[in-house]
């Protein structure tokens, strides 16, 4: 079955440190996206992308970059982590417009606490 | 930009019952979709039910079923003989039906709790 995972589930880190959060997902869809999650504030968009070699910032995006080299991964990076990135992160894909189911699928979540 | 807004931060039900969730949204588009997620304590999030915008008839799946009420902006989920496995938080969710607007835009959420 086509699946989204995200890598770690978990991860604590230091201040100042650069993190990377792995997505992959099996679906072949092309657009995927960035999620953080925050208690009172839902789901915000930080970055997505709609294809190889396309990105786009969302909502949250400073502090964080992505990558798309392939259909597969996104990964996330925070380049410098700072405490207010203490969150719950999830990423989705989507197929786009027009070519079929409309809905997002997404990972299990990965927890990030930045102490 | 669009906006999705949940009024009900926590909404109780005892087991069995019918319970109805708000959302509504702010939007100046003709065309989308419209969705509920289900994320449960496992923190998967799970789609619920979807509801494309040019379609008048209301989407149902088992016990789920919506109110959509285009001109009102409003989507409201019913869930019918409530039990315990429907316990966790109700995202409601949009996103456009353009080319390039792919992404969906989350309201706050709606935090059920079904008393047994």
């Known amino acids: 079955d086509a699946e989204i995972t995200q890598s770690p589930r978990h991860k604590i880190t230091e201040t100042g440190r650069q993190v990377t959060l792995a997505c992959h997902q099996t679906w072949n869809h092309n657009n995927m996206f960035w999620y953080r999650q925050d208690l009172g504030h839902g789901l915000r968009l930080i970055h997505y992308?709609?294809?190889?070699?396309?990105?786009n910032k969302g909502e949250v995006s400073d502090g964080y970059s992505v990558s798309r080299s392939n259909t597969e991964d996104l990964p996330l990076t925070l380049e410098s982590a700072a405490s207010s990135q203490t969150s719950v992160y999830f990423c989705a894909s989507s197929p786009r417009t027009g070519q079929g189911r409309v809905e997002a699928f997404f990972g299990q979540g990965t927890r990030l606490t930045v102490v | 930009a669009q906006t999705v807004t949940q009024s009900q931060p926590e909404m109780s039900v005892q087991e069995a019952e019918t319970v109805t969730l708000s959302c509504t949204y702010d939007?100046?588009?003709?065309?989308?979709?419209l969705f509920w997620y289900k994320q449960p304590p496992s923190r998967q999030m799970i789609l619920v039910i979807r509801?494309?915008?040019?379609?008048?008839q209301n989407a149902t799946e088992n016990r789920f079923s919506v109110n959509f009420q285009k001109a009102a902006k409003s989507f409201s989920l019913k869930i019918s003989d409530s039990q315990l496995g429907d316990a966790a938080m109700y995202f409601c969710a949009y996103r456009s039906a353009g080319v390039g607007a792919d992404g969906l835009t989350f309201g706050k959420g709606t935090h059920l709790i079904i008393q047994p």
């Open positions: 509801q494309e915008a040019y379609k008048q």
């Open positions: 992308s709609y294809g190889v070699q396309d990105t």
């Open positions: 939007t100046s588009e003709s065309d989308y979709y």
